[in-house]
T-cell receptor, first 115, second 113 residues
Framework: GAVVSQHPSRVICKSGTSVKIECRSLDFQATTMFWYRQFPKKSLMLMATSNEGSKATYEQGVEKDKFLINHASLTLSTLTVTSAHPEDSSFYIC???????????FGPGTRLTVL | GESVGLHLPTLSVQEGDNSIINCAYSNSASDYFIWYKQESGKGPQFIIDIRSNMDKRQGQRVTVLLNKTVKHLSLQIAATQPGDSAVYFCAEASNFGNEKLTFGTGTRLTIIP
């Protein structure tokens, strides 16, 4: 149980385009999902906390208009990188918390490369 | 500011030996700690967790020790196998983990055959 999926696993796009990444909890309901960014050989940096049915809470320094987050249901959150630039290239990982539980489960990550 | 860090960035261990990965934290308000394993190109995988009302917790081949006095967390892996090679992160949270996690810098564990 507690499986989290992400789609796509890998995406390459041109500079200026927008990319949408999906995060799904497959076998449980997640009231809260988190989006992280990870640079090579670095730790995970929290970008935002996504709550079902409400606006996401962004960490300091993360542009909410650039990284659009939507949490439309208890099993799906999406991250859209708008007007992507090469510096947005990174490994994006989501995690989901179970209702009334205390462990976050992570998705497999999405490798974004902006040319 | 508050931080979670690791003493050793890399660790090499002979297959079959035990390994210990250490982590220091500074946020005294943290009450929930988790160890994650991350293999190359994959998301973090939950290994074991511990709450602040405990000082030791055991899983299959893994043991987490928590020393609140010195704000220190460790992960012990017994009888290491090649599949244990990965980067290990400690993370801390308050309000039992459904709140934000703060990750440490990570330790790369390499198992030598």
């Amino acid at each position: 149980g507690a499986v989290v999926s992400q789609h796509p696993s890998r995406v390459i796009c041109k500079s200026g385009t927008s990319v949408k990444i999906e995060c799904r909890s497959l076998d449980f309901q997640a009231t809260t999902m988190f989006w992280y960014r990870q640079f090579p050989k670095k730790s995970l940096m929290l970008m935002a906390t996504s709550n079902e049915g409400s606006k996401a809470t962004y960490e300091q320094g993360v542009e909410k208009d650039k990284f659009l987050i939507n949490h439309a249901s208890l099993t799906l959150s999406t991250l859209t990188v708008t007007s992507a630039h090469p510096e947005d290239s990174s490994f994006y990982i989501c995690s989901a918390g179970q209702v009334r539980a205390d462990t976050q489960y992570f998705g497999p990550g999405t490798r974004l490369t902006v040319l | 500011g508050e931080s979670v860090g690791l003493h050793l960035p890399t660790l090499s261990v002979q297959e079959g030996d035990n390994s210990i990965i250490n982590c220091a934290y500074s946020n005294s308000a943290s009450d929930y700690f988790i160890w994650y394993k991350q293999e190359s190109g994959k998301g973090p995988q939950f290994i074991i967790d511990i709450r602040s009302n405990m000082d030791k917790r055991q899983g299959q081949r893994v043991t987490v020790l928590l020393n609140k006095t010195v704000k220190h967390l460790s992960l012990q892996i017994a009888a290491t196998q090649p599949g244990d090679s990965a980067v290990y992160f400690c993370a801390e949270a308050s309000n039992f983990g459904n709140e934000k996690l703060t990750f440490g810098t990570g330790t790369r564990l390499t198992i030598i055959p």
